[in-house]
């Protein structure tokens, strides 16, 4: 999925190097192609897929292994892609370079946004991104991970050509949708990867492609290519009678939207494990209606809910809870980083004590 960066192990020396990269930085001069993926959702997943689409075409691709948030990791990752020799580098990032003028300085060949954005938001995002390339989803009104089948999404190439999706069909072991683009490019995708989340993140991603002018020959092998993304509804390997399969999201509207789509596809019952922190003590209830069995993870273990929400402090207290209630055909749902680390390559694997039972 690409040369992964690891800006963690630079040493001194070349940390300096990199900051002071950014004071000579000359876009005219550049052999490097600058992939930017931000907004609130998808952006690993999105940066993923476009490395590989692009690898598959045949680019040296350098990915990033963490949103970055400042100037100086800005300048730090794209160092590293320039010693690596790649000719695209795939960077996430976060919010406050948003808020910053250094898109406008790097001269980034597209900034791409996989999560939907209302109109509004839209406009704020165009002027940031000027005079780079944009992708982003756009809706008017609704929020397409709210639980209806009928709605489209467009994504949005620099306000000008559309790409959309339509006739979503989602299975237990993957997804198919169709994605129309500029009105006469016309593709059937299939994917391994689940639920109506990964479609957005994927159209993003082909969007992206279509928006620097490469080739769209043989993307619907490229995206069939991605078995999974480590901790995107990924199945967990245990041996048990019940399945685990753990996710990212971490905020209230896409969890929701999850458990939404993977509730129509379970065989038994449905048993999510969350963060209590990271979908607020009011969206609760909601999430308790959604699944079979909730279980919260929270520190504070103060509150005493009904039968079907049980609060545990620990991830390891919420291994024990899922040892006792799950059953045979059930799915046990693992939401957060609290079930994940990184791996000696900087990937992210998931951590239960579930294969040990």
Known sequence: MGKRLRSDNLGWKDRQLARMSRKKWKPENRHLKIVLIGGARGKRTAATILSHILQTQGEVVSISDDTIYTVDELYEELYIASKLKSSFVVLRI?????????LQKLHADILIVPSCVTTEQASRLFKVAQPIKFVYGLISG??????????????????????????????????????????????????????RFNCFNIASAVAGVYALHLPLTDIDESVADIEEVSCNYQYLDVENVYSVAIDMADDFSTISSIISDIAKLVKRRLIVVVDASKVGEKNIEQLSTQAQ????????DFKRDKTDIERVVSPEGAYRKIIQIARQGDTVLLFGHAFAQRDETGNLTAVTGLSKV
Do not use: C
């Not at 467009?154 to 069909?169: C, L, M, N, W, Y």
């Not at 989602?170 to 169709?178: D, M, P, V």
């Not at 069995?293 to 504070?300: K, W």
């Open 142 to 195: 609704e929020d397409p991970l709210v639980d209806n089948e009928d709605i489209m999404v467009s994504f949005s190439v620099d306000g000008r050509t559309d790409a959309v999706i339509t006739d979503i069909k989602q299975y237990r072991k993957g997804t198919e949708f169709k994605l129309v683009i500029d009105h006469q490019v016309k593709l059937s995708l299939a994917t391994h990867l689940i639920g």
């Open 293 to 300: 069995r909730l279980i919260l993870l929270d520190v504070n």
């Open 94 to 102: 976060g919010e406050p370079l948003f808020n910053s003028k250094v």
